[in-house]
C-alpha cells in the first residue's frame, strides 16, 4: 500500500469545514455579545434612551469682550463608549496528521556446512579433523512520514464609530470661544 493511501479516507470536509463552521458561530456569538451591551449601556429599563447630562460654560466672544455663556449638552451615553465589537479577521487552517509508515522487512539467511574427518596412521597415531563455516545475513528498513493539523484565529476590535468620533468632535468644539457680532 503507498503511503498516499493513508490520506485517501480523511473525511477533509470535516476537519477544513468544522473549524471553519466554528468560526462563523463565534462571530454571530460576537455580534451578540455587542448588541447585548448595546442594549444594557444605550436605554434604561422602560427604553428611554440613557442620556449624559452637564453644563458647560463656553466662552462667547462679543462687542462687549468675552462673556461666559451656559451651555447645556445632552449626548446619548452609547457614543461615549467603545462598544465590544471584535471581528474575526483571520483564519488559517493548517492540516497536520502523523502516519508512521513502518515497513520493516527482515532478511535472514543462514548457511552452514561441516567436516568431519579421521585419519589412523601406521604407527598408531590417530588424528581427527572438524570444521564448521556458517553464514549470518540481516536486513532491515523504516519509513516513517508526517502532515500537521492546525487552526489559527486571529480577532480584532474594529474602529470607533463615525457617530462617536462626530461627538467628540462636538465636545471638544465645544470649549472654544464663539465670535458674536452685533445683530447676530
Known amino acids: 500500500m503507498a503511503i498516499g493511501d493513508n490520506f485517501k479516507d480523511l473525511p477533509?470536509?470535516?476537519?477544513?469545514?468544522?473549524?471553519?463552521?466554528a468560526v462563523c458561530q463565534s462571530q454571530v456569538q460576537l455580534a451578540s455579545a455587542s448588541w447585548q451591551f448595546m442594549q444594557t449601556i444605550a436605554f434604561q429599563d422602560d427604553g428611554t434612551p440613557r442620556l449624559l447630562k452637564f453644563d458647560l460654560e463656553r466662552p462667547v466672544e462679543s462687542e462687549a469682550g468675552?462673556?461666559?455663556?451656559?451651555?447645556?449638552?445632552?449626548?446619548?451615553?452609547?457614543?461615549?463608549?467603545?462598544?465590544?465589537?471584535?471581528?474575526?479577521?483571520?483564519?488559517?487552517?493548517?492540516?497536520?496528521?502523523e502516519v508512521t509508515d513502518v515497513v520493516s522487512s527482515k532478511d535472514t539467511s543462514q548457511s552452514e556446512g561441516s567436516i568431519d574427518a579421521s585419519y589412523k596412521s601406521f604407527w598408531g597415531l590417530s588424528v581427527q579433523i572438524h570444521g564448521k563455516v556458517s553464514s549470518s545475513r540481516e536486513n532491515t528498513r523504516s519509513t516513517n512520514q508526517t502532515a500537521k493539523y492546525q487552526v489559527h484565529v486571529g480577532a480584532s476590535q474594529q474602529p470607533p464609530t463615525e457617530g462617536l468620533s462626530k461627538l467628540m468632535d462636538i465636545m471638544a468644539s465645544c470649549t472654544a470661544p464663539l465670535s458674536v457680532t452685533k445683530g447676530s
Open 12 to 21: 477533509m470536509a470535516e476537519l477544513i469545514g468544522a473549524p471553519l463552521q
Open 66 to 97: 468675552i462673556v461666559v455663556n451656559k451651555v447645556s449638552v445632552q449626548a446619548p451615553f452609547i457614543g461615549l463608549v467603545p462598544i465590544p465589537s471584535l471581528l474575526i479577521d483571520n483564519v488559517t487552517i493548517d492540516f497536520q496528521m
